[in-house]
């Protein structure tokens, strides 16, 4: 029961993080309906940024309050990974707007590779690994074989994820960016004649998504404080599975699926065994999409001829 | 268009410098923290900050200029775009030519040993044989290969490496364990493949497009986590070591009065067995080339072809959609096994990490790049993308420019990366993206690419 309930906390951690990812998938992929491979490297490029960003913040500007540091960097990592991601919409994807289904994915994989390639070269092959911080423990229950314990970081993870959801939804659903963004996804071309700028609109849903994934850089680099220039693929990967499980497109599912896939992975983990618990999310993945392709939430994709 | 039906134009000025002045402004939003600053662990394994703002200023001024240029000489009526012209007469004696082009190709791959051992000798020739020829044809065949599923039947797959893999580790336990003789494993290698190729294809068969593409990923991924894991079969990451060299029909490549230098009458030199894998590759490369051109006049090519432009009218045309994906996904899957197969006997030595999803995108770059479905182009991208890499290892040159902890090879995939993202955008179909019907009323006309409508993969 103790196993349970530790493997519990730890698995809503990691699920909010791979739910904050996913939701840049599921945007991306409600409005021009292409998977974004290169969102997973856009998260890494986050870390990155998040980490040099926290180090130029103590070492060169000399800053000691803890929160100060975390919120400037959130908000750095935000505001520069929408640049990444918008100048990457710009240069790779937005020309290839009706052409064959294929090309905006293969470009797509392309700018993965690249992007992880670009840091690997910039930022050398080594893992880079932060100092750890906020390490207070809370020992939940007490007694026994086995303490079940709750960090602060994790409380903060699920805090700050909590929050930014709260005031994301707040966009998409009462602002007019957040309605002309909905109007793009049920019918983009009905959406311009309405005098949508819908060009606008798909940037600013890349730089949303970037958003939350540069949050989820930030989170991911306090919770395990280490990063390498490989690690966008299997987060990206994972994300990816949590939105299709949640039905591709839909924001809450986005958020459950992310939920379900980091309970998954970690009581995989805990219980069978940790080599394999790719194995489990990718098996997810298939077994989604093969037996229910439209996810828990997801709208049936019906084809017209 | 005549040039003369334009006003004189005039330099715009203004709105070049600010569209300069706004991008040079996103590159140093861009350059900050990645570029301007390294973080390096120092002695006591703490990160420390190397500044590079030399390099931000360098970047920021290109973009700057580059930006400024493209505005200022931008042409200034932007018209439509013309229409895909069919193709001139030119194009058509072309693709004539290609013919004898290939015959020539051919040619001189098959003297290209000769005459590498001819200007380099036994010792120096080693590496252009091995690491170039031979290598180049294990991307060829992989991209023929490949061709078969994504450029055919328009499947995208991304794990394709798994069924290289297969093949790999077919060959390299087959022979360690049993001491099975590498012309057994090599058709072995290939069924196992196969099977697996028709394996994970059955679960996929109702997927399209993205979602398949994902799934083939996830599969990829799986075979390599289980390799990498299962180590009481595989040796896990450590890999499958001493695995038996090729022989000739038997005559093993050995000095001594038993060995095919002896039966033969020569001097015993290393270089036959590479010669003798070129030549095997070479001839396995050829095979899957012709077998892939001669199926495509059959049904079950025309059929693959169908599926690849729409599934919909296919399927409403009454051809079996599910047999048409399996035997896609089963040859393709046969000749990457085949592939693994020599390449497990080139290196003699496999292990997980050859059999990355970074493997499958370089083998999908290769195919895209090329032009799906175009034989010839995929072997010029093939030759092109690894030639290219492995030339990189050999401009140690450019160590005295740039500093000795310059490592060429080390921009190989940021090449190929950015390489995939520009031609999907300047010639989405590929270098080479003529159609040459199979079936045709009194004469053979290539079509241009972008006339071709295709579905949704």
Do not use: C, E, H
């Given at each position: 029961m103790e196993i349970f309930l530790q493997q519990l906390i730890n698995g809503v951690t990691l699920g909010s993080i791979y739910g904050l990812i996913a939701i840049g998938y599921t945007m991306v992929f409600g409005i021009?309906?292409?998977?974004?491979?290169a969102h997973g490297d856009v998260f890494m490029v986050s870390t990155f940024i998040a980490l040099i960003a926290f180090l130029a913040l103590t070492q060169?500007?000399?800053?000691?309050s803890l929160p100060f540091c975390f919120i400037a960097v959130l908000i750095g990592a935000m505001v520069l990974t929408s640049l990444w991601s918008y100048m990457i919409e710009r240069l790779a994807y937005r020309r290839l707007?009706?052409?064959?289904?294929l090309a905006p994915l293969i470009s797509a994989i392309g700018m993965s590779i690249f992007l992880s390639n670009l840091v690997y070269v910039l930022q050398g092959p080594r893992n880079k690994s932060m100092p750890p911080l906020f390490n207070d423990v809370i020992q939940v229950t007490q007694g026994g074989g086995y303490d079940v314990t709750l960090s602060v970081k994790q409380i903060l993870i699920v805090a700050v994820t909590a929050l930014l959801l709260a005031g994301f939804w707040l966009l998409v659903q009462k602002t007019s960016l957040g309605r002309a963004q909905r109007a793009c996804e049920q019918d983009s071309r009905m959406a311009a004649l309405l005098g949508i700028d819908v060009d606008r609109t798909i940037s600013l849903t890349f730089v949303i998504g970037a958003a939350l994934a540069a949050v989820a850089g930030v989170l991911y680099m306090l919770y395990y404080g280490v990063v390498n220039s490989s690690d966008g693929f299997i987060p990206g990967v994972k994300a990816f599975t949590a939105a299709v499980l949640g039905g591709i497109g839909s924001l809450p599912g986005a958020v459950l699926g992310g939920l379900l896939i980091g309970l998954i992975e970690t009581f995989w983990s805990a219980y069978f065994s940790s080599d394999y618990k790719d194995v489990a999310a990718f098996s997810i993945l298939a077994v989604t999409l093969i037996?229910?392709?439209?996810?828990?939430?997801g709208r049936p994709d019906v084809e017209k001829v | 268009m005549p040039e003369a039906s334009h006003k004189p134009r005039r330099l715009a000025l203004r709105p070049a410098l600010i569209g300069a002045a706004k991008a040079a402004a996103l590159m140093l939003g861009l350059a900050f923290p990645l570029l301007a600053y390294r973080a390096e662990a120092d002695f006591s394994n703490q990160l420390v900050l190397q500044s590079r703002w030399s390099a931000v200023l360098f970047a920021v001024a290109t973009v700057f200029v580059l930006r400024f240029a493209s505005i200022l000489f931008?042409?200034?009526?932007?018209?439509?775009?013309p229409a895909p012209k069919n193709p001139s007469a030119m194009l058509i004696r072309l693709t004539g030519l290609a013919r004898f082009a290939s015959l020539g190709g051919i040619a001189c791959l098959i003297a290209f040993p000769i005459v590498m051992l001819a200007l380099f000798g036994a010792a120096g020739s080693l590496k252009w044989i091995d690491n170039f020829g031979i290598q180049i044809l294990i991307y060829v065949m992989l991209g023929w290969g490949l061709n078969i599923v994504?450029?055919?039947?328009?499947l995208l797959d991304l794990g394709y490496v798994a069924f290289y893999a297969v093949g790999a580790y077919s060959y390299a336990l087959l022979s360690t364990t049993w001491g099975w003789s590498f012309w057994i494993c090599l058709p072995v290698a290939g069924l196992l493949a196969a099977f697996w190729g028709v394996m994970l294809g059955f679960p996929v068969l109702r997927l399209r497009g993205d979602y398949l593409a994902i799934v083939t990923l996830a599969f990829g991924e799986i075979i390599r986590i289980v390799l990498t894991n299962w180590t009481a079969l595989t040796?896990?990451?450590s890999g499958i070591g001493s695995i038996p060299r090729i022989s000739f029909f038997g005559l093993p490549?050995?000095?001594?009065?038993?060995?095919f230098a002896a039966h033969f009458g020569l001097a015993y030199a290393p270089i036959h067995r590479v010669i003798f894998l070129f030549y095997l590759v070479l001839a396995l490369a050829l095979l899957t080339n012709f077998v892939t051109l001669r199926l495509r006049r059959l049904p079950i090519g025309r059929a693959w072809e169908a599926l690849r432009e729409d599934e919909i009218a296919c399927r409403s045309l009454g051809i079996d959609t599910v047999t048409t994906k399996l035997t896609a996904f089963a040859l393709g899957a046969l000749v990457a096994g085949l592939a693994g197969a020599v390449f497990a006997a080139r290196q003699n030595f496999v292990s997980?990490?050859?059999?990355?999803f970074l493997e499958s995108a370089t083998i999908l770059a290769i195919v895209v790049l090329g032009g799906r479905g175009s034989q010839l182009g995929v072997a010029l991208a093939a030759t092109g993308i690894i030639g290219g890499s492995e030339l990189l290892r050999e401009l140690d040159g450019l160590k005295r420019i740039?500093?000795?902890?310059?490592?060429?090879?080390?921009?190989r995939m940021l090449i190929v990366g950015f390489a995939m993202v520009v031609m999907m955008n300047?010639?989405?179909?590929?270098?080479?993206a003529i159609r040459t019907p199979s079936i045709f009323l009194f004469k053979r006309k290539p079509i241009v690419g972008a006339l071709a409508k295709e579905g949704h993969g």
């Open positions: 021009i309906g292409m998977v974004n491979f060169i500007l000399g800053a000691t707007r009706g052409s064959f289904r037996f229910m392709p439209s996810g828990l939430f | 931008a042409r200034q009526d932007k018209a439509a775009p994504v450029g055919l039947a328009g040796n896990g990451d490549f050995v000095a001594g009065p038993s060995g997980p990490s050859s059999f990355t740039f500093g000795d902890a310059f490592d060429p090879t080390q921009y300047w010639k989405p179909r590929g270098l080479i």
